[in-house]
């Protein structure tokens, strides 16, 4: 019995095996559908664009459909898509013809569009849940609503709108609101879309208790120094936002969430501050190379909260073919005031330049002031001991100095800003114990402007421009390493390092007591890792107290290449001087380092 149901189960198989082989002889080989795509009619280039990225007839244009009805398919989806696109940007009366060339090969595919008129936002209407109109304490200004009457109709304005009334209530203490109800209504007669919004604008809130999740290594107390506002306030999700963002700059945290809880009868909502504190020390560093400096390495050790209440000490070596620096940093942040923080530095410097040599030893400290997420102050004291060999020949130099700063960035990244702008100005007084040097002051005002010239920010024009002065003493009786001296990879690109500027009877570079460069930049992103710079950089430095602009000017102009890898661009540029080039001038300058040029 066994053998002969192994017999059985052994035929079974076989029949199985040629029932398969007999069904795959019949199966139909699978004939795809190539087609051709013709289309015509849409109104702009913005329309276009987003059917580009859509379209499954564009987008899948290398795979044919299985078959004519797969095709038809993938048509009718297109067309339903045209229509949504165009209803997005206010053609509502548009039409769209298909012709379908089925017995040819490959199958052209006509697709014609006739978008007719744009309709025009008509009566933009806030209401309440109940229809009665919100008054101007809950509306916000007009100027700022994306979606403004008489202006052609788009979806997005309506959602951007949207978005600015709900801020806006939150930004006057009603965290709480929402949108009961969105009406979008046709006036085919007068071609407007009217838009009305009903608005629960929920309960008017206070700032009730905070408390912290989280906390681990950093102490209470400094915590709640960074929050920007004050129990029984008003709340303003902007001072929120702040105080997130505040959290979030110290570096001791990975993720950082503020909720609001429910107000209680008397309108305090209570806020949990949720953290998840990360490493608070950081190894780092980077690597920088120029035809006229040579290569350099930076390496620093940081921590962030070395007593518990954010204290920092950052440690800094900088080494590279023309000498070393060392410097430690110390920061007491929220020092008697909130926002002001205490610092001191010691720096440790030894370079061999072209124009001078120096070993110094530098003490300072002093305040720095956050003002603003824009704005920040510093002013402190310093002793500086330095001895330099130049020109001039060899002196001692014992300056203490009060070096006062006031900046403004408005930019929206540190090493590849594609719009804002970074103003800085800078004053320090010098006095020489030593009576070398005697009294001066040394001034100086840059300024940086990003321009995005297109909607993705692919195309951005970089403006830079500095002006410096010094005011007391004579050019050579200044210390060396106080002078201005323009050329380089953070100056004037093209020409040498400290050299774009008077020179020496030995050909060496004599500095000056002001200065003025500037540059231009046309930042081209080709695709989302690969970016070109072209750029011409110009300015001089000159021997009176003030620059005299125009005279002597030297520029360079170059070629640069961007990677914009995930720790900022990664650049290359390479510059010619084309104004003011002397026979002692190397005809290419290269410069390799992180971040824009500025």
Not at 323 to 346: I, N, T
Not at 413 to 434: E, K, Q
Not at 490 to 510: C, H
């Amino acid at each position: 019995m066994k053998a002969l149901a192994a017999t059985g189960r052994r035929r079974g198989g076989v029949l199985a095996l040629l029932v398969a082989a007999l069904a795959l002889a019949v199966a139909p080989a699978r004939a795809d559908v190539p087609y051709k795509l013709d289309l015509s009619g849409l109104p702009d280039d913005t329309t276009k664009s987003l059917f580009g990225e859509t379209s499954e007839l564009i987008t899948l244009g290398d795979k044919p459909p299985p078959s004519v009805t797969a095709l038809r398919a993938r048509v009718r989806g297109d067309v339903e898509r045209i229509r949504q696109i165009l209803n997005a940007y206010g053609y509502y009366d548009a039409a769209v013809d298909v012709e379908l060339g089925e017995e040819q090969a490959p199958v052209p595919v006509k697709i014609r569009v006739e978008a007719g008129s744009r309709y025009e936002v008509g009566a933009v209407t806030l209401t309440d849940p109940g229809g009665v109109p919100l008054g101007p304490a809950l509306s916000p200004n007009t100027l700022f609503m994306a979606l403004k009457p008489g202006q052609p109709y788009t979806a997005q304005a309506v959602l951007d709108t949207e978005g600015t009334i709900l801020a806006d209530l939150g930004r006057r203490g009603r965290p709480f609101a929402k949108v009961a109800r969105r009406d979008a209504v046709l006036d085919r007669a007068a071609r407007v879309v009217n838009v009305t919004w009903a608005i629960d604008y929920g309960p008017l809130v206070t700032y009730g208790p905070v408390r912290f999740e989280g906390l681990e290594r950093l102490k209470d107390k400094p915590a709640r120094m960074l929050v920007t506002w004050k129990e029984g306030d008003t709340v303003n999700m902007d001072e929120v936002e702040e105080t997130r963002r505040a959290f979030v700059e110290t570096g001791l945290f990975r993720t950082v969430t503020i909720d609001l809880d429910r107000p209680a009868a008397d309108g305090a909502a209570p806020i949990s501050i949720k953290l998840e504190e990360g490493k608070p020390r950081t190894i780092g560093g980077g690597l920088r190379y120029s035809t006229s400096e040579g290569a350099g390495v930076r390496v620093f050790w940081e921590h962030r909260n070395l007593l518990g209440g954010r204290e920092s000490l950052r440690v800094t070596g900088d080494f590279a073919q023309n000498g070393y620096s060392l410097e430690a940093k110390a920061r007491k942040p929220d020092f008697e005031w909130h926002g002001v923080d205490l610092v001191a530095q010691v720096k440790a410097l030894s370079q061999q330049l072209d124009a001078y040599d120096i070993d110094s030893l530098l003490i300072g400290g002093g305040l720095e002031w956050r003002y603003s997420p824009q704005w920040f102050f510093s002013g402190g004291l310093t002793f500086e001991q330095s001895h330099i060999v130049d020109t001039g020949g060899t002196e001692d130099y014992s300056l203490v100095g009060i070096p006062m700063v006031a900046r403004q960035d408005t930019s929206n990244n540190a090493l590849d800003p594609t719009r804002g702008h970074r103003l800085t100005f800078s004053v320090t007084p010098y006095y020489d114990v030593a009576g070398t040097a005697g009294t001066f002051v040394i001034s100086r005002a840059t300024a940086s402007v990003y321009l995005p010239l297109d909607r993705e920010e692919d195309y951005v024009l970089a403006l830079r421009g500095s002006v410096g002065a010094t005011f007391g003493g004579a050019t050579l009786s200044l210390p060396a390493d106080k002078r201005f001296y323009a050329g380089g990879g953070d100056s004037i690109r093209g020409f040498g390092y400290q050299v774009a500027g008077p020179l020496g009877d030995d050909g060496k570079a004599t500095g000056g007591k002001s200065i003025f460069t500037g540059g231009i930049e046309m930042r081209w992103r080709v695709t989302p890792e690969i970016g070109i710079v072209p750029f011409f950089d110009f300015g001089s430095v000159y021997e009176e107290s003030t620059p005299d602009f125009g005279a002597d000017l030297f520029g360079g102009a170059g070629l640069g290449l961007r990677y914009l890898s995930p720790i900022g661009p990664l650049r290359l540029d390479v510059a010619t001087p084309v104004i003011g080039q002397r026979d002692s001038d190397d005809i290419v300058q290269i410069y390799i380092s992180i971040g824009q040029a500025f």
